[in-house]
């Protein structure tokens, strides 16, 4: 066996084939190696790829291996090379006879000759008693004689920890006759988050040699930096977007009292012509809402190392096709507030009353009507309209109501893009699981944020306050989803 190299960890990443191995190391990797493909055998050979560097030059190395093809025959042909005619058939017969079975045997003797933690990849619905292949890849990781850590994929869209924990009961009871696995975590190719990984991390810290442990930790400590300063990055995006989104506004000059007659006759379904003043200030609004939020998705996307076109065409064609006028009521101070889900039919009796007593037939100060800005980013939420009345109009911003369910959104997205494998190939939205929606809705509840305050001060204490809002609800989020990272 090789000399243990102190300026190098390697880290093997085995498994059936066609399980997901290159999948998850292009996740790992944060960029596209290897082949992926939907069959047997892509990855013929054994191949390596720095994961982390530190300023002294040791690496952490991951080895992408081909997969065990047949497994119950690899046991076999491994634990044979004992004898002499074992090792004949191993060496002589199987490379002229069946080049991909010899290779395969290759590639294990090197994950037993340099790795220092294997990490063993299965399909977590296949349990041994469901798989006959998986007590031949035990045999196989027994023979290789390194610690293991088996990753559950294929684990399907995330779920609630107390579900997922049925998983990973599953397997603790499958392995426990298996001495040199150290642990079992949740890592699915497709929906894992960066917090799992770091508690990978954490777990290869524990398997290591002794040896390896301070070169392991400096490793650890680099390639968590990048992780947190991409983290960073993304909480500073979305602080940005939010900015943008307070000191949003549009003025819309005093409405006539023809005006206020033809919303009335509107509201009331007589006529279908409506304030375009206000309808007008209300789409710029909006429009600029979805721009943020597309622009938010790209610049997120970019930071994470995904690649893909956004939402942008789909959040546009929802914007145009959700956009409902409705009002439930304008106060004395000239604010709206807008119910969900509330159409201009059903609203047309509260609109009439909203126009009059606004000053429909009064002092003149104006009609205010809300909107609701449904099914952005699959949140569907209502918004409110503040407005500021001034002596030739009305300034049109957006709400408290408002901007909590822009940051309810943008938290979601954040949350969609940090799940997002880079195996899967270019980022495509998709709706975010309910529970993440409750987890995210009850922490901004808790939080008793007042973003009329934030909206006055000066711009880089605004950012700085946003900013730390975000974290915090990241960090509470994260603690919520995945309390043993």
Request: proline fraction near 4%.
């Amino acid at each position: 066996m090789p000399k243990s190299d102190q300026f190098r960890i390697h880290l093997s990443l085995v498994s059936h084939t066609n399980i997901g191995k290159t999948t998850l190391a292009r996740t790992l990797l944060m960029r596209d190696v290897g082949e992926v493909a939907d069959r047997a055998h892509v990855t013929e050979t054994a191949e390596d790829y720095v994961l982390a560097r530190d300023r002294t030059g040791c690496e952490l190395v991951l080895w992408d291996t081909p997969g065990f093809g047949n497994s119950v025959a690899l046991a076999k042909r491994l634990n044979g090379r004992k004898n002499p005619l074992g090792w004949f058939l191993a060496e002589v017969w199987d490379r002229m006879t069946n080049k991909s079975f010899w290779l395969n045997q290759k590639a294990i003797r090197h994950v037993r000759d340099i790795s220092s933690v294997v990490l063993y990849l299965v399909n977590v619905s296949e349990l041994p008693r469901k798989a006959p292949y998986i007590p031949a890849e035990m045999q196989i990781l027994s023979w290789i004689n390194k610690p293991v850590i088996v990753l559950l994929n294929q684990m399907g869209k995330p779920r609630e920890p107390k579900e997922e924990e049925k998983d990973l009961e599953a397997w603790r009871e499958a392995m426990k006759d298996y001495p040199f696995v150290k642990d079992i975590l949740p890592m699915d190719a497709f929906a894992r988050c960066w917090v799992q990984e770091i508690a990978l991390f954490d777990s290869i810290g524990k398997a290591v040699p002794s040896d390896l442990l301070p070169t392991f930790t400096a490793l650890r400590n680099t390639w968590v930096k990048s992780r947190q300063a991409i983290y960073l990055s993304s909480v500073d995006a979305i602080a940005r977007h939010m900015w943008k989104l307070l000191q949003a506004h549009e003025f819309v000059p005093t409405p006539s009292f023809k005006d206020h007659m033809l919303s009335f006759a509107n509201q009331l379904g007589i006529v279908k012509t409506k304030s375009a003043a206000l309808e007008d200030a209300q789409t710029v609004l909006s429009s600029m809402a979805a721009d943020g939020l597309c622009a938010l998705t790209d610049k997120l996307l970019s930071i994470n190392g995904l690649t893909g076109n956004g939402v942008s065409k789909e959040i546009l064609r929802r914007m145009k096709a959700d956009w409902n006028m409705a009002s439930h009521g304008i106060n004395t101070t000239g604010a709206a507030a807008v119910g969900a889900g509330v159409g201009v039919a059903g609203g047309a009796a509260a609109g009439a009353a909203a126009d009059i007593s606004s000053a429909g037939l009064s002092l003149g100060l104006g009609t205010l009507l809300g909107g609701v800005l449904g099914a952005i980013g699959g949140v569907g939420a209502a918004t409110i309209y503040n407005s500021h009345h001034k002596k030739d109009g009305i300034d049109l911003s957006w709400s408290e109501d408002a901007l909590r369910d822009f940051m309810l959104e943008s938290l979601l997205l954040y949350l969609a893009i940090a799940h997002f494998g880079r195996g899967r190939g270019d980022w495509k939205a998709g709706e975010s699981p309910e529970f993440w929606k409750d987890t995210v809705e009850n922490i901004i509840k808790k939080q008793k944020v007042n973003y009329e305050k934030i909206r006055i001060i000066p711009p880089e204490a605004g950012l700085e306050q946003l900013a730390m809002l975000v974290d915090r609800y990241l960090t509470e989020t994260f603690e919520m989803l995945y309390p043993s990272a």
